[in-house]
Every structure is written in structure tokens, then in C-alpha cells.
């Protein structure tokens, strides 16, 4: 087995940080990358080494498989961690990385590759069984033909990119008159979003439940999952808030499904860590969606729950080690909820509001965890994603964690920018995700801009009365010669934070 004992890190920001903080926990040194934008930041500072590797644009920087490469032979590190996003899940730069005498923490090139197709992936966990939504098994780009499989599947259908991502080169289809214009759409979004216009047909789950399972395994064909994460909770396809475990699993779907993400994960010959994503109908029947061959965003509900550090665990896999439990070993412990903190403006349809951090400050307590790569002053750059942070809370059953949550998004100061915090507060006091009574279609069905406009002028009629009684005790104090004690509460001063 191969030890590793330095690690560039190939991402930015809060991941970054994240894998550089359980990397010396282990006694390995980390070398940081960054673009002419991040030269600040906090990865750059916290790593042992850093090399600029281009201009702002990902393009001219992390996306450069081999000024990535060229920098973890200059600084003499033997293993990359691609994180998430960027080269994370690009099977090239996997083998591009181990041809050039370097380790890659994540899976082989050759999982990587199945999975990377949507169709190469539904082929594969065909041949182990796991559940697949019906539909086409092979690319479709005649529209009389795909006319005829959703007649056969029945209306609605959608239409899918099969190298896509995000929501893009995804169509609905309700209607057949609909289907020829929407799949040119489909198809033409796809080729120019991913260089790929192969799309794919597939009966439409009209109220969806978005269920992820953490797999996780070694190079000696050992393979467990890690339980399941709920997600969602999304806004343009993409989650917001992530919670583990799910609220309406029974211990038998559970081992179900958990059982299916292990096959899945076999079928592509896979090690370290991945996620496998099944959407769940109606009537509690789940299908397999797709593969993530990286660590997720949402990892962090999964530690909570199980204990483990999944960083360090995917740094033991890449060594060669065999994973050092079995299925069986492994119990959920409590309930853990995240929520992505985005400098986006929630009542203006999500759109990113770069900006400066005038102020921020982190909520703390027991069971509180914020993952970030900001600090008070630093600016989001438009060049990249708009996260700011995720911020987790756990405690010992769902009720009590969306409570700390509410606790902590009071607590969270941001000035500067407008963030997703207020919609996710939004989130933790709607009735529909408090009873687990929700869908993939909660943006849609329940919230709309004004809720929070209302929420904020409400807010404001009681700051106003606060500040009028506090104006007139001031008065009246002066006036008879009397020191004055501010009676600004901490209520008023966190939602003036928020308006």
C-alpha cells in the first residue's frame, strides 16, 4: 500500500478548506491551486504550499488538466483530490492523473466513464437488477420514433440529455403535439452545454422524491452504503437544503434501496466514495437516476449521522486500505439537516447578487457546523459558483435539528450580499417539509417571492415599534436628566441584518 503524504487539492473555496483540514488531521500536507481571483482566499492561506495556475476564468485554470498536473509535480505531492465540480467527475483527467505517476483519490477512469453516461449507466445497473424508470436504453434522435416510445410509455415523458447535469438538456413533455419542439430543444441545449446532443425518453414522475444513498467502496470489491440523504428541496433542479436520514423511509425500504446502491455501485467495478440517486414516486417505488462519481456537496449529513470522516476515508481507499467496517457495523445516529448558503436573491428568482461581505458572522453552538471559505470583507467573485457556505445541524431526532437549524439561520449575520438564508428559514417553518409531506415540487407548489416580501414588511412594522418606544424612553429620560440603557434587542438586530 502506498501512503500519501502530500495532497494538492485541484478546487477552491469551502472544499477546499474541508479537504486540506482532515488531510493534516492525518499528517499530510496539502498544496493549494488558485486562480488570479483567489489569491486571497482562505485555501490558499490554510495550505502548506500554493501555485497560481491561470487567470480567473475556470477555463484558463481549473479546468487545465495539466497546469493541475504540472503543479503537483512541482511541489512534489504524490495524490490529488479533485473534490466536487470542476475535473471532479471528468474520467481524462483521472487518467491523466495516474498516468502521470500520481494517486487519485476518487474512482477509476473506467467507472467514471460508465456512470458519466446517463444511458451507459441505466445499461449497467440493468444487469444487476436495480429498478429503472421505463424507458429508452439507447440514444434517440428521430422525433417519429421517440413518438412512438412515449406513446408506448404514456404521456408525460421526459426528455433527458444523457451527458447532462443541472437541469439542462431536460424537457417535459404533457402533450404529443409538444414533443417534436421541445426534444429539438433538448437536444440542441445538450450539444451546446456539454459537446453531447444524445438524449433519452423516459416516463415522467409527476411528484418525485429525490433520495440519494452514499456508497462507498475499496479495491478489494468490498462495497457498503452510508444510509440515504433527502434532497428535495431544489430550486432550478439543483438542491438547497439536504437532510439524513430520509423522513418517510421504512427500515425495509431502506435496506431496499441501500441494497440497490450497492449493486448499482458494483456494476461499474466502483471504489472510494459516490453517491447513487433514485427518485421515489407516489406510490413509495423508487428508480435508479443516475451515479455521482465524487463526494457530494450534502457529504456532511452523512458524517453527522454515521460518524465517519468520508475525506479520510476516501484518503484510505486511494492508499490501497479495505474499508474497516461492514455493512453491518453501521447505525444511524440521529438526524442532520443542511442548508446551502448562496449569495442569490430569492425574490428575484434566484438570480446570483455578487458582492462584498460587509458583514458576516457564523451562528456557533452544539451541533452546529458551518463549512465555508469566506470571511468578513472578502467579495464573491462572479467567476464561479455563488456558495457561500452549508451550514449543518444535528441533534438527536428531525423535530429538534430543524429547530437548531431556525436557531442558527437567526444567527447567521450577512450584509453586503443578498442570501438564500431567509428562503431556507422559509423552508424550516413550512408545514409541508415539517410533516415530510414534500416533493422535488416544493419551489413550485409553495413558495413564491411575495411570501418573503411579506414576511420582511411584517418584520419591519415591528422593528418600527420597537425603535418608536425606544425614541420615546429616550426622550422621556432625558428630559428628566436620566441615563438611558439601550433595550435594542438581539431579535431586532439580527432581522435589521435581514431586511
Not at 258 to 287: H, P, R, S
Not at 308 to 313: H, M, R, T
Request: hydrophobic fraction near 40%; charged fraction near 25%; proline fraction near 4%.
Amino acid at each position: 500500500m502506498a501512503k500519501i503524504k502530500k495532497i494538492l487539492v485541484a478546487n477552491r473555496g469551502e472544499i477546499a478548506l474541508r479537504i486540506m483540514r482532515s488531510a493534516k488531521e492525518t499528517g499530510i500536507l496539502t498544496v493549494a491551486v488558485f486562480s488570479e481571483a483567489d489569491r486571497q482566499a482562505l485555501h490558499v492561506r490554510f495550505a502548506d504550499e500554493a501555485i497560481c495556475i491561470g487567470p480567473p476564468a475556470s477555463s484558463q485554470s481549473y479546468l487545465v488538466m495539466d497546469k493541475i498536473i504540472s503543479a503537483a509535480h512541482e511541489t512534489r505531492a504524490d495524490a490529488i483530490h479533485p473534490g466536487y465540480g470542476f475535473l471532479s467527475e471528468n474520467e481524462d483527467f483521472a487518467r491523466k492523473v495516474e498516468e502521470a505517476g500520481l494517486i487519485f483519490i476518487g474512482p477509476s477512469a473506467q467507472s467514471m466513464e460508465i456512470m458519466g453516461s446517463k444511458l451507459g449507466a441505466k445499461a449497467a445497473v440493468a444487469k444487476f437488477n436495480v429498478p429503472l424508470v421505463p424507458g429508452t436504453a439507447e440514444p434517440v434522435t428521430d422525433p417519429i420514433v421517440a413518438k412512438k416510445i412515449a406513446k408506448e410509455i404514456g404521456y408525460p415523458v421526459l426528455i433527458k440529455a444523457s451527458a447532462g447535469g443541472g437541469g439542462k438538456g431536460m424537457r417535459i413533455v404533457q402533450h404529443e403535439n409538444e414533443l417534436q419542439e421541445q426534444m429539438e430543444r433538448a437536444i440542441s441545449e445538450a450539444t451546446s452545454a456539454f459537446g453531447d446532443g444524445s438524449v433519452f425518453i423516459e416516463k415522467y414522475v409527476s411528484e418525485p422524491r429525490h433520495i440519494e444513498f452514499q456508497i462507498f467502496g475499496d479495491k478489494h470489491g468490498n462495497v457498503v452504503h452510508l444510509f440515504e440523504r433527502e434532497c428535495s428541496i431544489q430550486r432550478r433542479h439543483q438542491k438547497v437544503v439536504e437532510e439524513a436520514p430520509s423522513s418517510i423511509l421504512t427500515p425495509e425500504l431502506r435496506k431496499k434501496m441501500g441494497e440497490a446502491a450497492v449493486n448499482a455501485a458494483k456494476a461499474a467495478n466502483y471504489y472510494n466514495a459516490g453517491t447513487i440517486e433514485f427518485i421515489l414516486d407516489e406510490k413509495m417505488n423508487f428508480y435508479f437516476l443516475e451515479m455521482n462519481t465524487r463526494l457530494q456537496v450534502e457529504h456532511p449529513v452523512t458524517e453527522q449521522i454515521t460518524g465517519l470522516d468520508l475525506v479520510k476515508l476516501q484518503i484510505k481507499i486511494a492508499e490501497g486500505e479495505k474499508l474497516p467496517f461492514k455493512q453491518d457495523d453501521l447505525r444511524i445516529n440521529g438526524h442532520a439537516i443542511e442548508v446551502r448558503v448562496y449569495a442569490e436573491d430569492p425574490t428575484n428568482h434566484f438570480l446570483p447578487d455578487i458582492g462584498t461581505l460587509k458583514t458576516y458572522k457564523r451562528p456557533q453552538g452544539h451541533g452546529i457546523r458551518v463549512d465555508d471559505g469566506f470571511e468578513q470583507g472578502m467579495s464573491i467573485p462572479f467567476y464561479y459558483d455563488p456558495m457561500i457556505a452549508k451550514m449543518i445541524c444535528h441533534d438527536e431526532t428531525r423535530e429538534r435539528a430543524i429547530e437548531k437549524m431556525i436557531r442558527a439561520i437567526d444567527d447567521y449575520e450577512i450584509t453586503g450580499v443578498e442570501t438564500t438564508l431567509s428562503f431556507c428559514n422559509f423552508v424550516m417553518h413550512h408545514q409541508a417539509f415539517r410533516s415530510g409531506n414534500f416533493s422535488t415540487k416544493f419551489v413550485e407548489q409553495y413558495f413564491t417571492p411575495e411570501s418573503l416580501k411579506a414576511e420582511v414588511t411584517e418584520d419591519e412594522a415591528q422593528i418600527a415599534s420597537v425603535l418608536a418606544a425606544e425614541l420615546l424612553a429616550s426622550a422621556q429620560a432625558h428630559h428628566s436628566g436620566q441615563a438611558v440603557r439601550s433595550t435594542e434587542s438581539k431579535w431586532k438586530k439580527n432581522r435589521l441584518i435581514n431586511l
